[in-house]
């Protein structure tokens, strides 16, 4: 399984170098969704300069850098590949140049009707530069661009056309232009920066770069902001179904998404793991970061005392999000390191936002092991993964999913436990907050229930 993208964008009211500052920092904010590449893209009087490379946002931007990049609209994206290779000419934002001028995307999400429309415009001469999905919105975008009488129609005429998740921002040379898939499956929220405009993935970019929360994009809602201020079109939307795994795994906990306090809902899992797998044990540990949450509500329901169980090499990335099974094993070796002095001799309870594969949880286990741990609990702060994601959540096939080919008491085997337990998928809204058991996010990845099947979209398409 494999991380998302994260998109950042401002429009300003005056030409210096801080919309490039604040961009640079909402993308560091940002870092956790994508570590492959990353980039900015800036609108100087309609002459766009862009800047990206493979790496982090401290390694690719130098203060030198970022004092080049001048202008009043900016765009920038962190990314992991989903869909193209991890190559430099994959990174975004991309920049298209077309008859009516220059557009420069940046697409956090998949198409799940990729192929046919990229097949279709190749049929009609289109030559792409890139592999990835984004192009093939770009390409979208310029061709409606060139029969419509504005941008903001241009894209909403290409989302009439594209299926799947997305969240996406189109600068054009005096326009910023921000847009959400009509499930809202991928999130996109909007903030003021002193009279500024901006959007990024979560709220947590807001605060890195000074900006306050204003509200989220609606699903299927597109937001154009220009000198003569910010206005909104609103498209069909259809059954909201924002990715679950956002308050699970993705997302920062400091974020709010869609109104719900990611660390609150970690925190719930928790307590709601206690309630439904209990275990006498002497402590309580999360894996870092996203268990860590869960424990801390695992300890608060229990009774059992939460302890920090490992340190983490901060200079490494997330294992979960390593393009390959071997660089993901090489990372855990170096990632975790268990306290000795905490786990000796205890009955822990070990506290894991999901397995995949279930290679990294077995491996983590093993460590505890060595150090002295006495029993292992694992508990899993989700329900067992048993389908793909196409929506820009890397969830490999069912082949490659333990939970497809195992039952739990195989799996609590196979990973070295002594006991093993998932979140239920019926308290998923129990886990976000909401006592009535309404449904406004997708769960497919746990049940099959995909948002967009009854649009007739062959989701076979992907794989």
Do not use: W
């Amino acid at each position: 399984m494999h991380e998302e993208c994260g998109v950042f964008g401002i429009y300003s009211h005056t030409a210096d170098t801080g919309i490039s500052n604040a961009c640079y920092y909402g993308l560091f904010a940002l870092q956790h969704r994508g570590q492959e590449s990353c980039g900015i893209a800036v609108n100087n009087d309609g002459t766009i300069t862009c800047m990206k490379d493979m790496g982090l946002v401290g390694d690719v931007f130098t203060p030198e850098t970022l004092d080049k990049l001048q202008g009043t609209i900016a765009i920038g994206h962190v990314r992991y590949s989903t869909t193209g290779a991890s190559t430099r000419e994959n990174a975004q934002p991309l920049v298209t140049h077309y008859i009516k001028g220059t557009i420069s995307i940046a697409h956090n999400g998949n198409l799940t009707n990729c192929i046919t429309l990229r097949k279709e415009l190749e049929d009609k001469g289109a030559i792409f530069q890139t592999t990835v999905d984004s192009e093939v919105i770009a390409y979208l975008v310029a061709k409606e661009r060139s029969v419509s009488p504005s941008i903001e129609a241009a894209v909403e005429n290409t989302m009439r056309m594209i299926e799947g998740g997305y969240a996406l921002l189109v600068m054009s040379p005096r326009k910023l232009i921000a847009a959400r898939d009509p499930y809202g499956l991928k999130p996109l929220v909007m903030g003021d920066l002193n009279g500024d405009t901006v959007f990024a993935s979560e709220t947590c970019a807001l605060d890195a770069c000074g900006a306050s929360y204003v509200r989220d994009v609606e699903p299927g809602e597109i937001v154009i902001v220009d000198e003569e201020g910010i206005r909104s079109v609103k498209t069909k939307a259809r059954r909201r179904a924002g990715c679950i795994f956002e308050y699970i795994y993705f997302a920062r906990p400091d974020s709010v998404i869609d109104g719900i306090s990611v660390y609150e809902s970690r925190i719930r899992a928790g307590r709601l793991l206690y309630e439904q797998h209990p275990v006498d044990a002497d402590i309580v540990i999360g894996v870092p970061e996203s268990g860590l949450d869960a424990a801390l509500g695992f300890s608060e329901a229990s009774g059992i005392p939460y302890v920090k169980g490992f340190v983490k090499n901060s200079y490494i990335g997330r294992t979960f999000i390593k393009p390959s099974q071997e660089q993901r094993a090489n990372a855990v070796r170096i990632k975790l390191n268990p306290i000795s002095s905490s786990v000796k001799g205890k009955r822990v309870v070990m506290t894991d936002d999901s397995i995949v594969r279930g290679t990294t949880i077995a491996n983590i286990v093993k460590l505890l092991r060595q150090a002295g741990a006495s029993e292992v609990h694992v508990r899993i702060s989700s329900p067992p993964f048993l389908h793909p994601c196409y929506y820009g959540t890397d969830v490999p096939s069912t082949d490659n999913l333990i939970a497809c080919r195992h039952s739990i008491p195989e799996i609590c085997k196979i990973i070295g436990a002594d006991s093993l337990g998932y979140l239920d998928v019926g308290s998923l809204s129990s886990m976000l907050g909401v006592e009535n058991g309404e449904k406004f996010y997708c769960d497919a990845c746990f049940t099959g229930d995909y948002p967009n099947a009854d649009t007739g979209i062959d989701l076979m398409e992907m794989n």
